[in-house]
């Protein structure tokens, strides 16, 4: 199976020799690697371009874009960006970020995944973070979710969604989707991926509204938002947030906010969402 990965980079120059580094050194090299290159005030575009030199199957796209880190919406943008430059010739779409180290056989074993059962939609690892010296899982997700980080696709359900929304709850919206559409979204746990910058990192306080935002934009509805919200702020060991959360919820619905999917998808969501806590609790 052919996969292409497109990683969105904005001031990676810390990180980004690490990635391809690793990427490199994959026992199932990528078909194509795009890097996109956003904005980026640094050395990530010198970087990117030594490493094309070596390896012909890495591609530096350059995109002019706000320097401002809002979630969502300014990585999928560079991530569209290089979706456009590529061929549609791949089976496996991978969207990745520019601060990891992935495991020699990451991609090997995923696409066995995809092998192994046609009804895989989407599969990818576990994310990892540097703790007083130990690499400990970067637990803010369940573990049947596959971190936005490290994203691969099949190429027939990549299309059947639309491609990736531009905006905060992407990485959700696209496994309810996947669900919605009958497909399998497959984690392997042995798969240990290093994320070596915490979630979130760039993030500025104009941005703390933006998961009540998503909770809203997905079609969660006020209560499955406050139990998500709760839950969210806990694992974060910042009970507070939960109040940023409910208000991004609240504005988003005064202002009449857009949906991220059709009142079809919305209600097979929520559907979704309640069976997966009653199963959780009984």
């Known amino acids: 199976?052919?996969?292409?990965?497109?990683?969105?980079?904005?001031?990676?120059?810390?990180?980004?020799?690490?990635?391809?580094?690793?990427?490199?050194?994959?026992?199932?090299?990528?078909?194509?690697?795009?890097?996109?290159?956003?904005?980026?005030?640094?050395?990530?575009?010198?970087?990117?371009?030594?490493?094309?030199?070596?390896?012909?199957?890495?591609?530096?796209?350059?995109?002019?874009?706000?320097?401002?880190?809002?979630?969502?919406s300014k990585v999928i943008q560079a991530f569209q960006a290089g979706y456009e430059v590529i061929d549609k010739e791949y089976d496996i779409i991978v969207k990745l970020d520019a601060d990891l180290i992935l495991p020699p056989d990451y991609f090997e074993t995923v696409l066995n995944a995809f092998k192994s059962d046609e009804k895989v939609g989407m599969a990818g690892g576990f994310a990892y973070i540097e703790k007083n010296g130990d690499w400990i899982l970067e637990n803010l997700t369940d573990k049947d979710h596959i971190r936005g980080a490290f994203k691969a696709y099949r190429k027939e359900l990549f299309l059947q969604m639309g491609g990736l929304r531009a905006a905060m709850g992407w990485d959700t919206v696209d496994e309810l989707l996947a669900k919605f559409y009958g497909w399998k979204v497959v984690t392997v746990q042995r798969l240990k991926v290093k994320h070596l910058k915490p979630t979130g990192a760039n993030y500025n306080k104009a941005a703390r509204y933006k998961q009540g935002e998503a909770f809203y934009s997905i079609g969660y509805g006020f209560i499955i938002t406050a139990i998500a919200g709760a839950k969210l702020a806990m694992r974060k060991k910042k009970p507070l947030l939960f109040i940023d959360y409910i208000n991004g919820f609240l504005k988003a619905k005064q202002s009449g906010k857009g949906l991220?999917?059709?009142?079809?998808?919305?209600?097979f969501i929520r559907s979704y969402r309640w069976k997966k806590m009653k199963e959780k609790l009984f």
């Open 1 to 72: 199976m052919k996969y292409y990965t497109i990683i969105p980079a904005h001031n990676e120059e810390a990180f980004m020799a690490l990635t391809l580094q690793s990427l490199a050194e994959q026992t199932v090299l990528p078909s194509k690697t795009i890097v996109v290159n956003d904005n980026s005030t640094d050395g990530t575009a010198a970087i990117v371009t030594a490493f094309a030199e070596k390896h012909p199957w890495i591609s530096l796209v350059n995109k002019k874009s706000d320097a401002v880190h809002m979630p969502g």
């Open 260 to 267: 991220l999917v059709t009142n079809e998808q919305a209600k």
